[in-house]
């Protein structure tokens, strides 16, 4: 158990929705971090919070959003959802950066 | 761009013989590498790490080997056993690279 929690663990929905994932921290780190893995692809980092500022991004959709709350949980958002979308979606978390990145479960995604 | 990539996306190893995962990186200001295990259906798990002044680093039953002349690094498990069949991942942290990952199956 890595200490990041993640929810939901799955979820399926339909092409032009909107979810939203859900990640809290280890305890005592600032730093959240999303990446979306496709099947059989490797990780592709989306983006960073410190602290609750945006302090990287990756190769984030224009249509995925994500932000990072006071009590350092993060929220990243997904809409007008297409096939594609499907995927695994890690939060992985750190004391600072870079450091070793602690990653939660996941949260399976799939759009029919 | 950069890049981490891994040179076999498939390893085959007998229980208890010594595995060799290799990565290769583009970045030559890199200063920070990680390897991650993940088993399937889990989110990857820290195995080790070790920074650009460091040659090689020993955990248990793991050692990573860094050569910044050729930006190659390895991953070596000694004494494999059922339990690391996984995908194994190295990682740039400093730019949040991660390689696509080697698979690794032990057989009995």
């Known amino acids: 158990d890595s200490g990041v929690t993640q929810t939901p663990k799955h979820l399926i929905t339909a092409t032009g929705q909107r979810v939203t994932l859900r990640c809290s921290p280890r305890?005592?780190?600032?730093?959240v971090y999303w990446y979306q893995q496709s099947l059989d692809q490797g990780l592709q980092f989306l983006i960073q919070?410190?602290?609750?500022?945006?302090?990287a991004k990756g190769n984030i959709l224009e249509r995925f959003s994500a932000q990072q709350f006071p009590d350092l949980h993060s929220e990243l958002n997904l809409s007008s959802l297409e096939l594609g979308d499907s995927a695994l979606y890690f939060c992985?978390?750190?004391?600072?950066?870079?450091?070793?990145?602690?990653f939660g479960p996941g949260t399976r995604l799939l759009v029919l | 761009g950069e890049s981490v990539g891994l040179h076999l996306p498939t390893l085959s190893v007998q229980e208890g013989d010594n595995s060799i995962i290799n990565c290769a990186y583009s970045?030559?200001?890199?200063?920070?590498f990680i390897w991650y295990k993940q088993e399937s259906g889990k989110g990857p798990q820290f195995i080790i790490d070790?920074?650009?002044?460091?040659d090689k680093r020993q955990g248990q039953r793991v050692t990573v080997l860094l050569n910044k002349t050729v930006k190659h690094l390895s991953l070596q498990i000694a004494a494999t056993q059922p339990g690391d069949s996984a995908v194994y991942f190295c990682?740039?942290?400093?730019?949040?690279?991660f390689g696509p990952g080697t698979r690794l199956s032990v057989l009995p």
């Open positions: 070790i920074r650009s002044n460091m």
């Open positions: 919070y410190y602290n609750g500022e945006e302090r």
């Open positions: 990682a740039e942290s400093q730019n949040f690279v």
């Open positions: 992985a978390s750190s004391v600072g950066a870079p450091e070793t990145q602690y």
């Open positions: 305890s005592g780190d600032l730093s």
């Open positions: 970045n030559s200001a890199s200063d920070y």
